[in-house]
C-alpha cells in the first residue's frame, strides 16, 4: 500500500520545510509514504527548499497556474507515481501533518473513500468566511454538513481518478460536488489545525475572496445542483406572480375588475419568467446527463493510461 501526500504550494519557502519533515514516513497498514511538491511557479526558493527537504519528487508550473490547477496536476502526478492513497495538505502549514494516519484510517478500514480533515481552531476572520460558505453548500447543494473550505483530505485511488475539476480559484467545494454527485463515500474526522499569521496566497482582499468564491459556489450547484438552482427561483418567481392575478380575479368577481390590467400584465410576466427558468433547471439536468456519460469516459481513459 503506497501512499503519496502532495503538497501544492506557491512562495512557500518559509513554511515548507516544517510541512515535509513533518509527514510521517512510516504507517501502520502501509508500506510506502512518498512526498510530491507541486510548485505553482514560485519567485523565491520554494523548490530549493523542497529538495532540501526531503521531497522525494518536485514538479514545477512553467507558470502560476492557481490552486485548482494545481491540485489537479497534484492527483494526476501521485497517481503516476502509482499511490494507493493520496493525502493533501497546504504548503504553509496550517494542518497538523502528523494526524495524516488518523486522516487516512477510514480508507484503510475500507469505510471511506474520501475523508476530510475537519478543522476546529480558524481565527474569527476565516471562521465566519468558512461558515457562510459551509452553510451555502449544505443547504443549497444539498451536501452533508461538512467542513466544505478545508484542503486536509484523504482520497484513494479509485476517487482521485473520478474527481473532476470545474473552477478555476479553488477545488475544494467543487471536488466535494464531484465526490457527492459520482457517489463517492466521504467521512469528516476532526483535526485540530493551526493559525496561519501570514497574508494568504490565496485570498488577496476579502472582497475579492468573498467575490471569487461565492461566484465559485454559485458556478458548483448550477453545474451539479440545477434543477435545485433554477427551480428555486422559478418557484419563487411563479409564487409572486401569482399574487397580482389572484388580485385581480377578486376584483373581477366582485365587479371591479376594471382598471386592474397592470395586474395580469405583471402577474402573467412573473409567472412566465418563473416557468423559463424551471424549464432552464430541467435544460441543465440533460445536460448533467451527459456530463455523466463524459466523466465516466475520463476516468475510463485514466484508469487505461494508469494501467500501461
Not at 492557481?66 to 494507493?84: K, N, V, Y
Not at 474526522?189 to 461566484?215: C, F, Q, T
Not at 389572484?246 to 402577474?267: C, D, N, P, V, W
Request: aromatic content about 8%; overall charge neutral; hydrophobic content about 40%.
Amino acid at each position: 500500500m503506497k501512499l503519496i501526500v502532495t503538497i501544492p504550494c506557491y512562495n512557500e519557502e518559509e513554511n515548507l520545510e516544517a510541512v515535509i519533515k513533518e509527514v510521517p514516513r512510516s504507517l501502520p497498514g502501509i508500506d510506502v509514504v512518498e512526498v510530491i511538491v507541486i510548485d505553482d511557479g514560485s519567485t523565491d526558493r520554494t523548490i530549493e527548499v523542497a529538495k532540501e527537504a526531503g521531497a522525494d519528487h518536485v514538479v514545477p508550473n512553467k507558470e502560476n497556474k492557481g490552486l485548482a490547477r494545481t491540485f489537479e496536476r497534484a492527483l494526476w502526478e501521485a497517481l503516476q507515481h502509482g499511490a494507493d492513497i493520496i493525502v493533501n495538505t497546504d504548503g504553509d502549514n496550517h494542518y497538523d501533518q502528523s494526524r495524516i494516519g488518523d486522516l487516512i484510517k477510514p480508507i484503510l478500514e475500507e469505510k471511506a473513500e474520501i475523508v476530510i480533515g475537519s478543522r476546529k481552531n480558524l481565527n474569527t476572520k476565516n471562521k465566519t468566511l468558512n461558515k457562510i460558505g459551509s452553510y451555502v453548500m449544505t443547504s443549497w447543494a444539498g451536501l452533508p454538513k461538512y467542513d466544505v473550505s478545508t484542503g486536509f483530505r484523504a482520497y484513494t485511488k479509485e476517487a482521485a481518478m473520478r474527481l473532476q475539476i470545474y473552477s478555476t480559484h479553488t477545488y475544494v467545494h467543487t471536488t466535494l460536488m464531484s465526490a457527492h454527485d459520482s457517489g463517492l463515500v466521504t467521512v469528516e474526522v476532526p483535526i485540530p489545525d493551526r493559525v496561519v499569521d501570514r497574508p494568504s496566497r490565496l485570498i488577496n482582499s476579502i472582497p475579492e475572496h468573498i467575490w471569487k468564491a461565492g461566484w465559485n459556489i454559485v458556478r458548483n450547484i448550477v453545474v451539479f445542483r440545477p434543477m435545485r438552482f433554477f427551480g428555486s427561483f422559478g418557484l419563487i418567481i411563479a409564487i409572486i406572480g401569482a399574487v397580482p392575478l389572484i388580485r385581480f380575479i377578486y376584483f373581477f368577481a366582485i365587479g371591479e375588475g376594471s382598471g386592474h390590467l397592470q395586474s395580469i400584465i405583471i402577474g402573467t410576466m412573473l409567472i412566465l419568467l418563473g416557468y423559463i427558468n424551471v424549464v432552464l433547471g430541467l435544460l441543465g439536468s440533460s445536460i448533467g446527463w451527459h456530463r455523466k456519460v463524459t466523466e465516466e469516459v475520463l476516468y475510463r481513459l485514466k484508469k487505461a493510461e494508469l494501467d500501461k
